[in-house]
Nanobody
């Protein structure tokens, strides 16, 4: 069982920056995917960025070049640095996790957004124009 707790949401002006954090606790898997998702009002939840245990990353086209996902293994914390924010980045942001089988390592599976099975409670991000 993995527990995830997000923090760092808030309000920003368009063009500004925010940094989200996600504290991960509970069972530690040798390989896993950790990701950030967001859900805007009236829209479905979408995958934003993901990182595998080896540090490889993947991003949704809408955030490439603006958002950076990273992790601090010593602190067991996941981050999302969001720069050049746009009003359309507004939404509830969730961190999520799923364990990777050994055969699935380094195969780019972390963008299989429907596979994530542990979720945080979310943190709100609001970007005004």
């Amino acid at each position: 069982q993995v527990q995830l707790v997000e923090s760092g949401g808030g309000s920003a002006q368009a063009g500004g920056s925010l940094r989200l954090s996600c504290a991960v606790s509970g069972y530690t898997y040798s390989s896993s995917c950790r990701g950030w998702f967001r859900q805007a009002p009236g829209k479905e939840r979408e995958g934003v960025a993901a990182i595998e245990s080896d540090g490889s990353t993947t991003y949704a086209d809408s955030v490439k070049g603006r958002f950076t996902i990273s992790q601090d293994n010593a602190k067991n914390t996941l981050y999302l640095q969001m720069n050049s924010l746009k009003p359309e980045d507004t939404g509830m942001y969730y961190c999520a996790h799923f364990p990777l089988a050994s055969w699935a390592r380094n195969r780019g599976y972390c963008d299989r957004w429907t596979t994530y099975n542990s979720w945080g409670q979310g943190t709100q991000v609001t970007v005004s124009s």
